[in-house]
């Protein structure tokens, strides 16, 4: 340990002689490095010193020991301490007590553990009753310090206090605590002896003790369950552990002059700029936030203590300059003389956050590009959907909570299938869809309904991933809810929803309330519209989405797409009758069986594709040809496939018969993409002719064929040439007429096909990196059955995040690594994009910067988001080094 | 086309003139080349010349157009071969007549169109009669070319020419066409003639026009659909097309000088050193092969043409030391001259082809490589299994055929469950093993059975597999018969074969014989230890085994395995009652209740590596723990879950719930691998107790623990230190005892944990290669589906080959490469091997070499061919450029 033998491991702070600084987060937490950052600007701090992060850190690796050299640090320390302050520790006519306190590099509210008025024992307290003149204020604070460090720092029971106060207070008749003299807290301290007796805990006497023991508890604490929880759910990692700042005590409760308060340098919910907070007089920090009394807004404090407030304004307005952020903050006031105990950048909404952006960068405060920082991308999506109005949200009854599958918020009437949600539509009502689980039949029902609930199925299930391209509200996965399709009802929390009751969901958080909740429509107030426009002035890469019908594509375009990166044309085989066509040709005996069933067909899509292009005036749009496996076209269930043979004219058994030969072990590995277009090339013919005829008929149209699952660039050459003499076919029958552009290209979604891309560029004209099956069989996770482990995976760290949900860059993103430098290679100006759900990402979009793809496409409520992050990553600087599994985030 | 004139097309040869040799196959081809290469070394070969493939090359690209200056080589050619024979050609006293024959770089017999005679006409005829005074064979000659022409080059109907044939004889009564003398033959003549009016055909007068057109027929029948088939089936792919092959005619049937024969340097069958062949006297080429006349055997020459025979000895001692190779010849006597008319190297069995290998060896005509090299190692298989005495089996009746799926013959009675074959074997019976499809539960019937055959499966089912890792003759996915478990029968060919009836298996060829056919043991010839010591003595990387027992390890030691690659753990749960301790384990509630099963299950996997551990005697062996997801050891037949359901003394229902909530969608993908390990710590830990108990009960073990399905180095280390405690654990429980060597690794199966080896090699101090997994997930393919669409694949030229049977280098064959060189960046020392199907693949284990694995592992059987695979890989020089997607294979 010699190395460690030499490491500053105490940092003093206090006016104009601190050791730290803001930037060092990292090693003094994020209260510790504030602390010295205020001194250092002359706010009036209570005088202290941190105990790095570092010694947290060895104090793990040591066994629950410390580094030799901490005692003699901690020494010296309190000797400066005692010299600024003027005050002893732990004897003396004028004692230091002092507050130890937790505090990591992050923010971890509550988490760990606390200990005030440390530093009273039998000795100093004669001492403190002498120095204020107030006999009930220093028993008050002895009893709570000998229950707070019983509690936390030993481990005794909460309860065994209480139990000694409330006797106390029988006994002299006392309603509460207040209502206890000096007397009865006396009283209290002897009951309390006897409670450390009895659980033979020592209280010890020697201040010099009692600061080890709680700071052993406040190390101790970083690992406590809780903690380590708090930090899986929030993503927090790398840390060295927690700080302890031990802090001279200020006093808030001395009377009528005193007091505490938080407060925010601007509004947090709304932005505006005014300070908002709240004080209480004659208390402690807890009781602001305890709410047994109603604190006050921070704007009456100005009659209270008009100094005060004067001060806490200038202070407002230094903090803001100086931190160029809304900060939130702590103070109190001892006696008339006020006191700074925090400061850190305040939690704001994402409409609070676009407008102090905004405002600063007006003011001056800060640059466009530190303003186009400054907003959380995946906030914005509060922005883009109607939300609960917050007041009725709160008196909703919860009764159950799922996956928050897609944002925003729907109250309806709940119907149980696709076709009852439709009916029920078509009568005018607010439908909510409730399945166990989605499938492509129930597009129709999921078309029309304002809000969609499962029980089964994940993140990325058929639910979600459609829910959220169409920007509809989902909660997925409820596991809470059984269903039950027979009586048309599902239970949760002890209730029975029936057909036709009101529900709400909030897609954003998975909570369903019952019955009806009022709603709110989203408000892109004009510095949502700024900050877009810097975003675009900044961003490299283009935003496209994925749309599949010319609705979802105008929303998209209004949101600022610039184009279509993905069509699915499997979904437009669902709708109507066309499935009928689809199940015709699925059920041709030969190709000439198939040919008449998709002549059907060619009439539709290209009606499609005619409404698309118009809706894109111009910009590009990307086709997928049929991607999933037959199967998917097919009822399973002997219902369905009665139905099915009635409409096809043919016996139910030669149907299910046909279901049979279609299935397949793993579907997902099966005869889909290329594959079906290569046993079958009539379909690639009608399709590609279909968007061809579509493209002649919409002039200035800029179609892009895109041709699924490519593995070897002989698929991709296979196919192409079919299109490429449906191309030379219809140009020689619309002879004359100006050929449209049209460029063919491929998805880069197979292992293989990443790998070999510089063969697959030698056909295609561009990639669009399908991320949800490139994830699925890089990682070998089946997207629709990886829930039952995938949740236990990240919360054991073993991926740092779902990677269906964040793409993973040290294995998948190797893949797309490769393809973009291989790809390139063979074909300079070959265009890349993404189109898998990764493509409304925010970690995933800066990635796609990083390994410099053209666009990312992603579904159009995501796509303001997609515009915000990829600007914050064209921002954020030249290309870095991708991040490495193992390596620590910091 | 400029260049292509300036090219030399044709190539003369003649006796020490020839333009040609033998390394010109590519454009020469085979026949041409080695026609030339005779001419060289003095033998005597009808002078002539070849018309290049290149030539064919260039009348494909050229829409079926001759380069320009074509036609005037030709006719250079022709003049040079007039000198050269004293002959003129379509005219004059002494005509030159030709044989045009294709000839393409790889043989292709029979495929490809041939004409003789070409040259007679009107005019030449009567010279040709006075030249040779044989009137009859003249005639005989010229109709021969007549009907040859029509039917090869101008697609008339043969039924044509045979109908004017037999109209003459039944006019002269003749019964064979040698009854009609040379009127008769001049009255076959005009009939022909008739036959070509009638088709309104025109047979040329001219020579030169005769013989454009019989090349163009050449030419043209490269890509007629029998050829194009010839070379999918056979593999052969990247050649310009066929050369054609004009040569002076020579006669064989000119009278009892004459004669013909084909002759192999040494016995094709059993390489014994010793002139084989046969031969006719008065006869054609075409008589030999045609049956209708028995020839006789070469020795008996030397009795009627002493000359000739003395003279073939010396060809045949001058053309082995030449080609240092066994030759396969054909020679014709023209009125006691002899004439050589083709060489080239002779096809052999296996067993010839080590026997000849080694002699030539030992003559010194070849060195060591050489001899290693000259064995053809998938040929081995037919040397290491039971085989049918070939006279029985060409007696026996076939009913159907299937797959090859796991080479050998065997003989035995029908029985269509794995309870009835194993009680029937226990009785002393020969069972076959008849199953729809075989899963992890046959594996006990599989295990006793002598044969087993599936309806249904490609050749990497289950049954496959299975069947090739026993070494157990196999013929899956045999469509043809229609198996009835209810009747206890099946239908194949017409007949109906019932429980307990006797079948015969060709495991080679995937012939099902009815009845018994004899078979005959594997003889390990001394040739064939010689060729495998010689194989080890030049190979470089090691050979392993995949064995699940004692007894497969102990075959396949004696075949040469250095120790285990994969002993794959799950198949040992499935025999006898581990299964319903298996069972258990799956439906227990708790960690408890899987715990108590699965120690039960300790003792006995405990002895299973006892058993292995003894058998190997020190060699390593890599023992996999549990992969596949649990939903393959529940019965999914009501049947079997009731049965389950009272052996574990539950309801029917909860076993079916049980069953159900294992489902997946796409298993390949699922919860399996090391994600039950991680999700159920307990079986990895009663795993590596196992392992660890069972090498401190055998000293000396040598025990590798592989952790499967890793995609993310955390998946590893997270299992890894499971194991690790228990290690521990062990070592305090045995202590005083000498701790066994026990290495932890993993397999890289998983296209993530290939692409991250450098970080997964922290953790593992071995890989071994799991190319099937690799190529299911970085291909895309499902192996239990991709059966619909791969054969197409192939068949197409998608894929050079199944990837499955012959590793996918361009693609798959990346990521092991990118593993490889990271695995070895972290960890300089890393053990790697190959433990998929491609260990014992003789391409797949040349790549192994290229990229520098330590081993392969391949099943008992396929041991040897790894072996000699290996010495062929190592000899054929340094790691080499890895062949590449869309460049041709020579």
Redesign the interface.
């Known amino acids: 340990m010699a190395k460690a033998k030499k490491k500053k491991l105490v940092y003093f702070f206090s006016g104009g002689k601190s050791e730290g600084k803001a930037s060092m987060k990292e090693i003094l937490g994020g209260k510790g490095a504030n602390l010295a950052e205020m001194c250092s600007l002359g706010l009036p701090v209570p005088a202290g010193f941190t105990l790095t992060t570092e010694v947290c850190d060895l104090y793990y690796k040591l066994g629950r020991k410390y580094p030799a050299d901490l005692a003699p640090q901690i020494d010296a320390n309190i000797k400066k301490l005692e010299k600024d302050t003027g005050k002893t520790f732990g004897h003396g006519d004028n004692p230091l007590l002092v507050s130890v306190r937790s505090g990591a590099a992050v923010s971890m509210p509550g988490m760990m553990d606390t200990v005030l008025n440390l530093g009273l024992n039998d000795k100093t307290l004669p001492a403190l009753i002498k120095l204020t003149g107030n006999e009930r204020f220093a028993w008050d604070s002895y009893r709570r310090f000998m229950q707070m460090f019983g509690d936390v720092v030993l481990g005794m029971e909460h309860h065994d206090f209480e139990m000694a106060l409330t006797k106390v207070k029988k006994a002299r008749k006392a309603k509460d605590d207040t209502d206890l003299d000096a007397d009865g807290l006396k009283a209290v301290v002897e009951e309390y002896k006897k409670v450390y007796k009895k659980a033979r805990k020592s209280f010890p006497q020697d201040a010099r003790k009692q600061l080890d023991q709680a700071c052993d508890a406040v190390f101790s604490s970083w690992n406590n369950p809780r903690a380590i929880k708090y930090r899986q759910i929030n993503e927090i990692r790398g840390l060295l552990g927690t700080a302890v700042n031990v802090q001279a005590m200020v006093y808030g409760n001395m009377g009528d002059t005193s007091g505490t308060g938080v407060a925010f340098t601007r509004n947090p919910s709304t932005g505006e700029n005014k300070f908002y907070g709240e004080y209480l007089m004659n208390a402690q920090g807890e009781d602001v936030v305890a709410g047994i009394r109603t604190p006050n807004p921070i704007a009456q404090l100005a009659k209270v203590d008009r100094k005060s407030y004067k001060q806490l304004m200038a202070i407002r307005s230094k903090l803001e300059k100086h931190y160029k952020d809304v900060q939130d903050i702590e103070f109190t006031i001892e006696q008339g003389k006020l006191f700074m105990l925090q400061t850190r950048a305040g939690k704001r909404t994402a409409a609070a956050a676009v407008k102090c952006a905004i405002d600063m960068m007006k003011e001056g405060l800060i640059t466009e590009k530190q303003a186009v920082l400054r907003v959380d991308p995946k906030a914005l999506d509060q922005l883009l959907h109607p939300t609960f109005i917050p007041a009725a949200e709160k008196k909703a009854a919860a009764i159950a909570k799922g996956l928050p599958a897609s944002p925003g918020a729907a109250t309806g009437q709940v119907y149980f299938s696709a076709e009852a949600a439709e009916l029920q539509a078509e009568m005018g009502k607010n439908v909510i869809l409730v399945r166990i689980e989605t499938s492509p039949e129930d597009i129709g029902g999921m078309n029309v309904a304002k809000g969609i609930l499962t029980s089964r199925g994940g993140m990325t299930s058929h639910a979600a991933v459609v829910a959220r391209g169409m920007g509809t509200c989902c909660v997925a996965g409820c596991g809470d809810c059984q269903i039950n399709y027979k009586t048309k009802s599902f239970k949760a929390g002890g209730k029975t929803v029936k057909e036709g009751d009101w529900i709400s969901l909030n897609g954003s958080l998975g909570t369903i309330y019952l019955g009806q909740v009022a709603t709110e429509d989203p408000k892109l107030t004009g510095a949502f519209g700024t900050i877009m426009t810097l975003a675009d002035k900044y961003r490299k890469m283009g935003v496209r989405t994925n749309a599949d019908t010319p609705h979802d594509t105008a929303v998209a375009v209004k949101f600022g797409a610039e184009g279509i990166g993905l069509t699915r044309t499997e979904h437009m085989f669902f709708e109507g009758k066309r499935i009928i066509s689809m199940r015709k040709m699925i059920l041709a005996e030969d190709e000439a069986g198939r040919k008449k069933a998709l002549k059907e067909l060619l009439p539709l899509q290209r009606k499609d594709f005619v409404g698309i292009f118009k809706a894109l005036k111009g910009l590009p749009a990307t086709i997928r040809f049929l991607d999933p496996p037959l199967h998917e076209f097919v009822p399973h269930d002997a219902k369905g496939q009665a139905e099915m043979a009635k409409a096809m004219k043919v016996s139910p058994s030669q149907i299910k018969k046909k279901v049979e030969s279609l299935h ?8 889909r993409g290329c ?1 079906l277009g ?2 079958y090339p009539e379909i690639t013919e009608m399709q590609a002719r279909a968007v061809v005829e579509a493209a002649y008929a919409v002039p200035g149209s800029n179609a892009e064929i895109m041709i699924p ?1 490519v ?5 991709l050459a ?1 196919q192409k040439q079919i299109v490429l003499d449906v191309i030379a076919q219809v140009k020689k029958e619309k002879k004359g007429k100006k050929a449209p552009k049209i460029k063919i290209g491929t998805m880069i979604e ?3 096909g990443a ?2 891309a510089d ?1 697959v560029a ?1 056909e295609a004209e561009f990639f669009s990196f399908g991320t949800n ?1 490139l994830t ?7 997207r ?3 829930g ?2 995938l949740g ?2 990240v919360e ?4 740092d995040a779902d990677p269906f949900q964040v793409l ?1 860059r ?3 993103g ?2 797309v690594e490769i393809a973009v430098k291989k790809g390139r290679k063979t074909r300079p100006n070959i265009k890349l994009g993404i189109c898998g759900e990764h493509g409304g990402d925010p970690s995933s979009v800066e990635f796609c910067h990083m390994v410099g793809l053209n666009y990312v496409s992603c579904s159009p409520y995501r796509v303001p988001i997609a515009r915000l992050a990829a600007a914050q990553a064209a921002i954020k600087g030249p290309k870095g080094v991708l991040t ?3 390596k620590k985030k910091k």
């Open positions: 397949e072990f793993n579907p997902m590995l099966g005869h594959r290569i046993y699952l593995g070897h660039v002989r698929e296979n197979v292992p293989r790998l070999t063969e030698v099956d699925q069989m890089g990682c070998g996770f089946s629709d059955d990886a039952t482990f236990q995976y054991e760290g073993i991926y993973d040290s294995g998948v190797q893949l490495k599994t193992g």
